[in-house]
């Protein structure tokens, strides 16, 4: 056989070295023209970020949202960084991260909810439960269907007598956040037990990986109980339950339950610079207020000076892009299962964008 | 320079670079499981309370250290006779064309990725270890407390047999090309003093590449321990106290499950990413231990 040697066979490599270049050139090159705006987080936000930024793509061409959906835990972390651009996280920053992310801006961009989802063959009917309740049973307390707490919340439909499976998320995630802090509201022992966190030390149950984990498990699991995010549950038409909130009433998470939620405590929330750490709308006040909802939050610096690769006109677009996502951009809120925000939020966020600056001027005009 | 020297220099600086990574990380391990030694102390490794909450945190990877050695240890044990079955067929009784065949599939087992065993193993195989295995010793065994939790299919046993099911291609093509190398000198000898099929394999065979095959069960112990994603589908996924092997049907997590259930969601100002890395440092260690073990006893065998 002949031997080829490496001179021979130059000329292709040279070639395919050749084509790499450029093809990097192309990529060092491309951004020049089109600006790209980066955030990472919350993956419960993530499908409606990713249709704002197809959706804003039509309003100015010019420039790319690029969203990360890493988790929310991941998002703070680039924030800190300075890696990104924005933030997006389903739980506001804590004391500790606030000290290490000087100048945030809180703006919560969308509302969620969490339900109450089951396995109970033969019953069709929307079941009746109350936090306390809910926290017994994730505590292991409330062992059976046939428990008479349960019963006699629910006057009319014969509960089975079989054991309750108790399924949880497996991974961090926000919506554990807002369910635990509902149940922290409402159970005191849940409160010095277990507390509320992206993820917990859960006393008793199974874990399942993402949204879907939970749903499919739920499904195939008879007698069992989970919960999820209002969006996933609308989208794959599970049941859930209508839950006591403080007025009394058993309510479902309709949009405008939802909506009641934040509404009725917006003249409570603090100012967009300030710390949202106490911030909670999970047991909120109202007739009809749905009792485990809450906000997520976009985070960015007040001062956008301060992040490397950032000049004045990417600033100024992404102002102008926050401002139209909590202002046209509320609407495909529903549509992806999403509650859009009470007009008393939005007037919150425009005093919030308002404060963003770069190398100390104002960014939105007058208006 | 000549071809040779710029063809040595470049095989040096690639095989030097897989050295310098794990020295790598091994340093970035260290580094980041540091503080939370620091906060917890030795028992970081002998606790099992696991608290990412603020105000409350508390890290202790005992129960998940247990869960990997308790799932590896059940796929070994239900694996391993499987595979030596497959290798001594293969070796010893199939035709040249059954082997053939037989020996693509089971390298194409080897090559469907994790996820999918997992995905079935979620959806199929757990209701049938439910209802045929489970349920049956529930009910006859319920007394004793390793059978003693409620099953759910979500527990260490699915962990382990799925582990079995993941183990079998690399231990028996392993295995089956130790056998391979058995002298035919061995085989006629015994044949020749009067031995018969099952004297040829159990004091030909076997006994020439014992060392060969232990090296083969430690490579799937290896593949066992690190595994996550088929994993953590089937097992549960407990934390804390709940997450101890209490029974073969309770749930509970393994290291690399617990890394990839909790570190995107981790709170960065806390110590909860650290006690996470603490757990892939005590894994990566598990892992070279367990294939420096598998690697001596194959060379061993092989000089």
Redesign the interface.
Known sequence: MKRR??AKKLPSYLLFSLLILVYALYLVILPSSTLVINGAGSTFVYPLISKWSSEYRKIDPSMIINYQS?????G??LF?NKTVDFGASDAPL?K??ME?AKGVIHIPETLGAVVMSYNLPNINLIINLTGEVIADIYLGKITRWSDKRITELNPGIKMPDE?I?VIHR?????TTYVFTDYLSRVNNEWKSL????????????????GSE?VA??IN??KFSIGYIELSYALQTNMTYAAIRNQYGKFVIPAPENVKQAASNLARSLPKGNESWENVSLVDAPGENAYPIVSFSYILVYEELSLLPGMNERKAKDLVNFLWWCVHEGQNYSLSLGYVPLPPEVVRINEESIRMIKFKGISLMGGD | MN?DE?FYLFSLAVASISLLLLALILVVLVQYTLPVIKEMGFDYFITS????????ERYGILPYFLGTVLTSFIAVLVGVPISFGIALFLTEYSNKTLKKYLSIMIDLLAAIPSVIYGLWG??VFR?FILDYIEKPLHNYFGKISIFSA?P?G?DFLSGGLILAIMIIPIVSSVTREVLELVPTEIKEGIYAIGGNRYDVIVYGSIRYSKNGILGAILLGLGRAVGETMAV??VI???????ALPRSLFS?G?TLS?LI???????????L?PNALVGAGLVLLMMAIVVNLGARAIVNKYKR
């Open positions: 040697s490496i890493i988790g929310s835990g991941g703070i972390r800190i804590n500790q991260q290490v054991k499976v497996a991974e961090g995630s926000g277990v507390g509320r966190g992206t993820s917990v030390q859960w006393p008793t149950g199974l874990g399942a990986v984990g499919s498990l195939q699991i | 071809e710029v309370s696991w608290n990412p909450v603020f105000g409350k979620f959806f209701n409620t759910t979500l953590s589908m549960g996924n407990a934390t804390g106290e709940n749930a997590q499950s990839a259930n909790e570190f995107n969601e981790a709170n960065p100002t806390s909860h």
